[in-house]
């Protein structure tokens, strides 16, 4: 006998009953809702909810493999509208100057009379009387019957200059430049040192004052005269000062990518030291950068201006491509160009070929060894093979073309700091290597890997600070918008197959699945991805970090094979070296061997570096060669010196027109 169950006060027989009844009518509302919106012209939303609820009540798995297919439908659509920008090069503007009036130094205020207490009462008048300090007479000097003419002058200058120029004469009011009505051998000491500014790679006519023109004049006329010829002095020093230690350029306005705060200059304290310099052109030279590679750059400016304009110039014919055991008529041309451009040590070992080549076309194996030979000196790779990297070494640039870097060099030398510091490592981003120097040790200099054209490192300096072993990758969130979002949008677990931790900024662990990638994108949504530690890990075993707002860091990388190209330029901006243990124990102070077994222990830690040691990640076309003393040059990878010279350009047109409103 069947036993009666009751199921919130009715039979389960009822209940049943009221559930098929209630799935009956949800199943005609959904066909009936078909059948309208098919029929009928009901809105096509309506029919696709009917739908809807038609694969949810029936078919739940479908549905929910529908929804996931538009959902990434959906996610590829807008993963293709969402792009993160990289830096850009900007529409340089020139430092503006301005006129300055320099009225305010027309009148000397005079001491006023008080009295010697000024705490006695008003009665005590005769006190006063008695105790007040007679007052010296007035004496003017040059300088002071001059001042009136400052009322009507006015100077087309940099501000930092005219607001220096009113500060030093308030400070200092006397003549530098003048003295018994005409101008000092001083003055023209310093007129003759701006001339040959040239040597400095800055330009004469920014510093010209033409010496005063006084004969024949009133006496008022030439009181004017020569203050003027005074303050353009002044003004033109200033100038010079501020160029030669900071630069004419502000690199941060060329582009996003240079990241160079400016250095402070005090021109008041310039000016007093020019004033009281017994050797003007040596005190106004000492503004320049004084350290090793400034000489060397200046030296060599000097020597490429002294010689003839590409005197004896080989040319190798644009596109020649050689192999061993091929002919080419450039043959002889790459000889030539060995013959000249190779060191004298390359030239002993090689004498003998050099000797017996008879202008053949033939690339027969013993030119393939000296070229070889010349290759790895050039710091190529020694494959015998006579392609565009090779030709550019043995041709070498022109005369102009080398001034033009060098004079490029000395400005950006002008932006980092003059002491760069007893250990540092010196990154040139051009010629794709990186070296740690340190008082009493051997330098270590090593290849590197830098940022591809669209990824272009970044041009700062910072601080050393950590060494971390085993590291995980923190994914920036270009990467992830740019190059992750598309394989997301294909298969939403691809980070969770690929090695990625992907959290939430409170740490927590989700499925790469889970996320809205659009929402992060839009950054409407906050997320973290970062790769574990292991032989895939795109930092390898170790990386240095000096925390910058670019995420830009030193780092080890499994891919090893593209230390071996000559152009080095494929990363998203992080420098990856040749010898990251060698790097991470030269800054530690410790041996490979210590670092390596850190990294054995397999654990993701990290090493604070002791000391300051500065990391300079800095592109330049020329620079010193490590060991002598002769330049490099680079090829201009990122087209940086193009965006210079067109600032410097701007610059100097913008004082030409200000030269000559004055």
Excluded at 44 to 50: C, V
Excluded at 327 to 345: F, L, R, T, W, Y
Excluded at 387 to 396: F, P, Q, R
Excluded at 545 to 559: A, K, R, V
């Amino acid at each position: 006998m069947k036993q009666d169950v009751r199921v919130n006060g009715f039979h389960e027989t009822d209940t049943g009953n009221r559930f098929r009844t209630a799935m009956k009518n949800s199943i005609k509302a959904c066909l009936m809702a078909s059948v309208l919106a098919t029929g009928f012209g009901v809105a096509s939303t309506e029919h696709s909810a009917a739908q809807g609820l038609f694969q949810r009540l029936f078919n739940p798995e479908n549905h929910r493999r529908q929804q996931e297919r538009q959902k990434q439908e959906q996610l590829r659509k807008k993963a293709a509208t969402v792009k993160v920008s990289a830096p850009r090069y900007l529409n340089y503007t020139p430092d503006k100057w301005k006129v300055v009036s320099l009225a305010p130094l027309s009148e000397k205020k005079t001491a006023e009379i008080k009295p010697a207490d000024a705490n006695l009462e008003p009665a005590d008048t005769a006190t006063v009387e008695r105790d007040i300090v007679p007052v010296e007479p007035v004496v003017l000097t040059n300088f002071d019957r001059a001042r009136p003419a400052l009322k009507e002058l006015s100077l087309t200058v940099l501000p930092e200059v005219g607001e220096a120029l009113i500060a030093y004469y308030r400070e200092h009011p006397d003549f530098v430049w003048v003295k018994d009505g005409q101008a000092t051998p001083k003055a023209e000491q310093m007129r003759k040192a701006m001339a040959a500014t040239g040597k400095f790679a800055l330009v004469p006519e920014d510093y010209f004052v033409a010496p005063p023109a006084v004969s024949g004049l009133g006496a008022a006329e030439k009181e004017a005269a020569l203050m003027r010829f005074e303050m353009e002095l002044s003004a033109a020093a200033m100038t010079y000062v501020l160029d030669a230690t900071r630069g004419r350029v502000d690199p941060n306005r060329i582009s996003q990518y240079h990241d160079l705060p400016r250095h402070d200059v005090d021109l008041v304290d310039a000016l007093s030291d020019l004033a009281k310099a017994a050797d003007v052109p040596e005190e106004l030279a000492g503004h320049q950068p004084q350290n090793e590679h400034f000489r060397k750059l200046t030296a060599e400016l000097e020597r490429l201006k002294s010689e003839d304009e590409d005197a004896g110039q080989i040319v190798i014919a644009p596109g020649t491509f050689l192999k061993a055991g091929k002919s080419s008529p450039e043959m002889k041309n790459i000889v030539a160009a060995i013959a000249k451009n190779g060191s004298q040590d390359l030239l002993t070992a090689h004498a003998e070929t050099l000797s017996a080549y008879d202008d053949s076309d033939l690339y027969s194996p013993e030119l393939i060894a000296l070229v070889k030979a010349f290759q790895k000196e050039a710091d190529l790779t020694p494959d015998g093979i006579v392609g565009k990297n090779t030709i550019n070494a043995l041709v070498g640039e022109t005369n102009a073309a080398k001034i033009a870097k060098v004079e490029l060099a000395m400005e950006r030398s002008r932006w980092i700091p003059e002491e760069l510091g007893a250990r540092k490592v010196f990154i040139n981003q051009a010629a794709f290597t990186a070296t740690y120097t340190a008082p009493g040790e051997d330098p270590l200099s090593m290849r590197v890997v830098v940022g591809k054209k669209s990824n272009q490192t970044n041009f700062f300096y910072d601080q050393i600070e950590v060494v971390e072993y085993n590291p995980y990758w923190g994914v920036p969130y270009s990467i992830i918008v740019n190059e992750m979002l598309p394989k997301l949008a294909r298969d939403p677990s691809y980070l969770d197959r690929a090695g990625y931790e992907v959290t939430t900024p409170r740490g927590r662990k989700v499925s790469s699945a889970s996320v809205d990638w659009y929402a992060v994108a839009a950054k409407q949504q906050s997320i973290n991805v970062r790769q574990y530690p292991g032989r895939s890990n795109a930092l390898g075993a170790v990386k240095i970090l000096f925390p910058n707002e670019h995420h830009i860091y030193m780092h080890d990388t499994p891919s090893k094979n593209l230390f071996n190209k000559d152009v080095r330029a494929f990363s998203h901006g992080c420098i990856r070296l040749h010898d990251p243990q060698g790097m991470a124990a030269a800054v530690l102070g410790k041996s490979k061997d210590y670092v390596a077994s850190r990294i054995a222990e397999g654990q993701n830690e990290q090493e604070q570096v002791t000391g300051d040691i500065p990391v300079y990640v800095s592109y330049f076309t020329a620079w010193p060669e490590q060991e002598g003393s002769g330049i490099a040059y680079y090829s201009d990878i990122y087209d940086r010196d193009r965006h210079l010279l067109k600032a410097i350009g701007k610059t100097e047109a913008a004082r030409e027109k200000a030269r000559n409103a004055s």
